[in-house]
């Protein structure tokens, strides 16, 4: 017998050999296991090391959609979590699977909890995390809202634009890094100046791998130099050489998508929806009445 019930019928034995283990899956497909039994296990293609020092409080689940009041434990690690992807937010909002196992025979466990990552702090060389259930993804705002500025993300399924072509998106090393926030190239044409703010900056290779942000500033100079900055600067330095991807950026208004993305088709904005000031006005025998807006 496995499974769930091998497992419920080894705990009413009377002598158990039970332990927990975890498997956290990273947004960039990094899988990893724990264990707080003191050797390592392995089951569904996962080790799970028991040298990782991480451990769980009990698990506390309720009905309602709360966030389950429940935390990861750990020490920060070379050979586990390190401090750096940490720092570089590689684990938030990863995949947790937690489950109860019979270390003498891992075929016989029972799944305890499966959710994700919420909060998570650093301590001194230690880390805590929030674990959040399932339901926290239905304690959500949901729905549209009703404004003149799209409502979609650049490439999103509502949006459609495919930003993966030339002349929206493209790839080089990087010449000079700022305080992690100021990326500035020596020789950088074929892009409008401005063209990037409100995009993406995606680095590609070095430590930095995988982190993503926001354009804040995007600056062509007249010598054709160039200089690119982030709402927020990255946890983790990006060396000279390091490879980054630019994806244009969208300001959400009709005209942008129409003139710069020709994706008026898709916008998900109400760019003649009534303003404010549409609540006071009134028509005058001085202006024309045609039906048109009031001014």
Same mark, same amino acid.
């Given at each position: 017998?496995?499974?769930?019930?091998? &497992?419920?019928?080894?705990?009413?034995?009377?002598? =158990? =050999?039970?332990?927990?283990?975890?498997?956290?899956?990273?947004?960039?497909?990094?899988?990893?296991?724990?264990?707080?039994?003191?050797?390592?296990?392995?089951?569904?293609?996962?080790?799970?090391?028991?040298?990782?020092?991480?451990?769980?409080?009990?698990?506390?689940?309720?009905?309602?959609?709360?966030?389950?009041?429940?935390?990861?434990?750990?020490?920060?690690?070379?050979?586990?979590?390190?401090?750096?992807?940490?720092?570089?937010?590689?684990?938030?909002?990863?995949?947790?699977?937690?489950?109860?196992?019979?270390?003498?025979?891992?075929?016989?466990?029972?799944?305890?909890?499966?959710?994700?990552?919420?909060?998570? =702090?650093?301590?001194?060389?230690?880390?805590?995390?929030?674990?959040?259930?399932?339901?926290?993804?239905?304690?959500?705002?949901?729905?549209?809202? &009703?404004?003149?500025?799209?409502?979609?993300?650049?490439?999103?399924?509502?949006?459609?634009?495919?930003?993966?072509?030339?002349?929206?998106?493209?790839?080089?090393?990087?010449?000079?890094?700022?305080?992690?926030?100021?990326?500035?190239?020596?020789?950088?044409?074929?892009?409008?100046?401005?063209?990037?703010?409100?995009?993406?900056?995606?680095?590609?290779?070095?430590? !930095?791998?995988?982190?993503?942000?926001?354009?804040?500033?995007?600056?062509?100079?007249?010598?054709?130099?160039?200089?690119?900055?982030?709402?927020?600067?990255?946890?983790?330095?990006?060396?000279? !050489?390091?490879?980054?991807?630019?994806?244009?950026?969208?300001?959400?208004?009709?005209?942008?998508?129409?003139?710069?993305?020709?994706?008026?088709?898709?916008?998900?904005?109400?760019?003649?929806?009534?303003?404010?000031?549409?609540?006071?006005? &009134?028509?005058?025998?001085? =202006?024309?009445?045609?039906?048109?807006?009031?001014?």
């Amino acid at each position: 017998m496995t499974g769930k019930n091998a &497992y419920l019928s080894h705990m009413a034995s009377g002598t =158990t =050999t039970a332990c927990q283990a975890w498997a956290v899956t990273r947004r960039d497909g990094v899988v990893l296991g724990f264990t707080d039994h003191d050797r390592d296990l392995s089951f569904e293609g996962i080790t799970f090391k028991a040298s990782s020092g991480m451990t769980a409080r009990a698990l506390q689940q309720s009905t309602g959609l709360a966030v389950d009041n429940s935390e990861a434990i750990g020490a920060l690690s070379d050979a586990a979590i390190t401090e750096a992807d940490v720092l570089a937010g590689r684990y938030d909002r990863a995949e947790l699977r937690a489950w109860a196992v019979n270390w003498a025979d891992t075929s016989q466990r029972m799944m305890q909890f499966r959710g994700s990552l919420g909060e998570l =702090t650093r301590v001194g060389g230690s880390f805590s995390a929030e674990l959040r259930g399932l339901a926290e993804q239905v304690n959500q705002v949901q729905g549209r809202v &009703y404004h003149r500025l799209c409502g979609a993300a650049l490439g999103d399924r509502a949006c459609r634009f495919v930003t993966d072509q030339p002349g929206f998106t493209t790839e080089r090393a990087v010449q000079n890094a700022e305080d992690r926030q100021i990326f500035c190239f020596a020789a950088f044409t074929g892009f409008e100046d401005r063209w990037f703010e409100r995009g993406r900056l995606i680095v590609l290779d070095g430590d !930095g791998a995988g982190l993503e942000g926001v354009v804040k500033a995007d600056r062509l100079a007249a010598d054709g130099s160039r200089s690119v900055e982030m709402w927020q600067a990255f946890a983790i330095d990006i060396a000279p !050489g390091d490879r980054i991807r630019l994806i244009a950026g969208c300001d959400k208004r009709a005209e942008t998508c129409l003139g710069k993305f020709n994706n008026f088709i898709n916008f998900r904005g109400f760019p003649h929806i009534p303003g404010e000031d549409w609540i006071s006005s &009134y028509p005058t025998s001085t =202006t024309v009445n045609d039906g048109g807006r009031l001014r």
